[in-house]
């Protein structure tokens, strides 16, 4: 399982989902151009001392990363506020890739119409959307969940 987030543009939600990246043993791609640099102080903060931690790959482009994927053969899951197809009900691979788009506009029709699957994580009509960084959380769970592909540390 692997995330990839699509020219991100809030640093903080960046450092966040690397965090969790780090935290579940995922792999984690940025698609270029990033709204900030990996120096900037928002993003090494929200990413605190786990960003040493995580497999991190960025990719020049977004073509530049669909021709890597493909060649890999990995399955790419978007998720959107414009799918009607709920996360919970996809059946996910441990080889998928989970997509995310940029915060304040998602991902370009090219992107969209190059992915696998789209999958909405319903929420209350009324509202937008969720914070990128839960999403993925809660994207990424569900994901490890069916694959069984989770960190398989004991707690004690």
Not at 36 to 54: E, H, K, N, T, W
Not at 86 to 115: H, M, S
Request: aromatic share 8%.
């Amino acid at each position: 399982m692997q995330i990839a987030l699509f020219q991100p543009d809030i640093p903080q939600n960046t450092g966040t989902i690397l965090r969790l990246c780090a935290c579940m043993d995922v792999a984690a791609h940025i698609i270029e151009p990033a709204g900030f640099a990996i120096s900037d102080r928002r993003f090494r903060r929200a990413g605190m001392d786990y960003l040493d931690q995580v497999t991190l790959t960025r990719h020049d482009s977004w073509s530049k990363f669909d021709q890597w994927r493909k060649e890999a053969g990995y399955r790419l899951v978007l998720f959107t506020t414009k799918s009607a197809s709920p996360y919970l009900d996809y059946q996910y691979r441990a080889t998928d890739i989970l997509l995310f788009g940029r915060e304040t506009a998602g991902v370009t029709d090219e992107v969209a119409a190059a992915a696998d699957a789209k999958l909405v994580i319903p929420i209350k009509p009324s509202l937008r959307s969720l914070n990128v960084a839960m999403a993925a959380a809660m994207a990424l769970g569900e994901a490890l969940r069916q694959t069984n592909a989770g960190v398989k540390e004991t707690l004690r």
